[in-house]
């Protein structure tokens, strides 16, 4: 996907990241127009297209902006701190709404091509690589070997936590679970 430049400024543009995401909360990922985002954002359609070129990536920036942990950014020392700094430094009413948003928007994903791209380029292959990060980190300090198995499905690891806890308990995966999961089961699994 194509960096595009506009005269937008950061607070205009977080303005309407916030309303596309509201818009998409109200209405679902299928029924968001372009339309609706002008008439809430008072834009034009021309600038919307301009900045972002579409609206899977409209979308998916708007909610890889909320996102504010940058996890390659971390480094308390140790794999476990890192990802009980991950977890602190997330927003657990933000989570709470993220983690519904993704939900809608992976099932959304399924039928559509486009956002499921721009789910994996914009959102997260960065995820990735910063985890990866802290994982390359661990592995340089001698916590988890190299070649340890369980290395390349952190990342399923960490997501399943989101997805299964609504599932099985109709409850969003809050910080004082995922600590609880990232010690009981991601940190087991890589024989830290």
Known sequence: MMSRRTRITP???????SAVLDLVREVGYEALTMDAVTARTHSSKATLYRQWGSKPELVVRALREDKPVNLAEIDTGSLRGDFHEM???SDSCQMEKNSALMRALAQAAHGNPDLHQA????????????????????????????????????????????????????????????????????????GV
């Open 87 to 89: 977890v602190a430094r």
């Open 11 to 17: 607070e205009r543009e977080a303005e309407i990241y």
């Open 119 to 190: 789910m994996r380029e914009l959102l997260f292959e960065p995820e990735m690589t910063g985890l990866n990060t802290l994982l390359r980190r661990a592995v340089d300090r001698g916590e988890i070997a190299a070649d340890h198995p369980a290395l390349k499905y952190v990342m399923h690891m960490l997501v399943g936590a989101f997805v299964a806890r609504q599932l099985i308990e109709d409850r969003g995966a809050d910080p004082d679970f995922l600590v609880d999961y990232i010690d009981a089961v991601v940190l087991p699994a890589l």
